[in-house]
């Protein structure tokens, strides 16, 4: 974010946690690291993440990303060797996007089988992975009539809270902290906005 991107980062790792790789969106950059796209909105964090990676070298990796991955991100993991992915935030504009075998009967026989799926998390940590990526510094989408359609699919609170973040200047602040700083500081704030289990 403090790049004018939007707050969403992805990292491969191994089954017993080293990381092969991370990266970030960078839809919003003029540059970027060789080998990460940059300038175009392919450039998501788990397409970087993905780019960066050798071709079948890696087996049975985990992709940790900020927020449920889009079509175009689901349809790369699902192309490469991601044996699991973990998410943080659900994003209710992408929800079911990973079914690919709904989409085609050639994928639906696959021998590979999909990534397994961890989350979206349903507590603070993963309102947070939703409402980092709801900002509107380098968001124009919220502009463009997406507010009301995330508002649509009941993403209302998270994007409130967004907006009196920035509105207040609360989100300057916030954006000089840790990942893990900014995220005590609004925690508490965090916790009106869960889900009820089951929903």
Not at 18 to 34: C, F, L
Not at 73 to 87: D, E, N, Q
């Amino acid at each position: 974010m403090r790049s004018g991107n939007i707050g969403v980062g992805a990292c491969a790792s191994t089954l017993d946690g080293e990381i092969i790789y991370a990266a970030r969106n960078r839809v919003n950059d003029r540059d970027g690291p060789h080998g990460e796209i940059f300038g175009s909105s392919l450039a998501h964090a788990e397409m970087n993440v993905l780019a960066r990676l050798e071709f079948r070298r890696h087996r049975d990796l985990v992709l940790t990303t900020t927020l449920q991955p889009c079509l175009q991100c689901a349809g790369a993991i699902r192309l490469a060797r991601i044996g699991t992915v973990r998410i943080a935030g659900h994003d209710t504009d992408w929800d079911g996007y990973h079914d690919f075998a709904k989409l085609s009967e050639r994928e639906a026989g696959r021998r590979h089988r999909p990534a397994a799926r961890i989350g979206p998390r349903s507590d603070e940590l993963g309102v947070f992975g939703l409402l980092i990526s709801r900002f509107r510094i380098g968001n124009p989408r919220l502009v463009d009539g997406f507010d009301g359609e995330l508002r649509k699919l009941g993403e209302g609170p998270v994007l409130d809270l967004a907006y009196d973040l920035e509105d207040s200047g609360e989100l300057e602040r916030l954006l000089a902290l840790e990942v893990d700083q900014a995220l005590a500081a609004v925690w508490p704030r965090l916790q009106p906005l869960l889900q009820p289990t089951g929903s």
